[in-house]
């Protein structure tokens, strides 16, 4: 039997999102009603450096994901990702331990699957200075917009943290109106924490959830 990983943590709250979207999605997809229908699953919860914005030391970074995985391993994870979009940059390094799928890849090849041209982009500053969704956007000949103000994601990002989720939402409403305004034929929610403060009903542009997409992706390698 198969296990899949979730290197949470970053943040707590949407590394629980992540692992509801896995069940939810194997009892809408794959008909799951027992207990036994369920995967086999290890969430492990890292306190990791913060990575919201772009001062971090990235060796301790790395040092701590290294950890997270061992941990994974340790307890049967056969394949893994890590629910933190900022986090995607070590993906290529950590792939040398671990089977791991990408948040930036699974979003982005469900972006082009969908047909999606440009894209609107909500993240975190390490996320967007790192370009990887820049970078996997351009190779299918799409395009990505960003906000106006950064720093209204961040502080968005920070309030969710603290559980906060009406300011957040007002500000993330007001962000995907601005990215619609120009030009946007979807947004990509690229840090897990935001779809625990806005969801599609909230919003006249097409979603792409990254840590849904991604627990979904999951669930699809779990069952090859």
Known sequence: MKTIGILGGMGPEASAYAYLEIIRFCQTEYGAR???DFPSIVLYNLPAPDVVESNFNKFEVLDSLDFGISVL????????FIA????D??????????DLLSLVEETVKEAKNKGFKT???????TTIFS??????TKK???????????DQITIAIRGILTGEKQVPNSILSDVLRNLESKGADAAILGCTDLPLAINQSESNL????????????AVKKYYE
């Open 89 to 98: 940059s070590f993906i290529p390094k950590l792939r040398e331990k671990m």
């Open 140 to 150: 299918f000949g799409m395009e990505i917009l960003l906000p106006d103000r950064q």
């Open 34 to 36: 027992k207990d036994s």
């Open 206 to 217: 097409p979603l792409l959830d990254s840590v849904g997409i991604t627990s979904r992706a």
């Open 84 to 87: 933190c979009n900022s986090m």
């Open 119 to 125: 894209l609107g982009l909500l993240a975190t500053e």
């Open 131 to 136: 370009g990887r969704y820049q970078e996997y």
């Open 73 to 80: 391993k340790r307890a049967g994870a056969d394949f893994s």
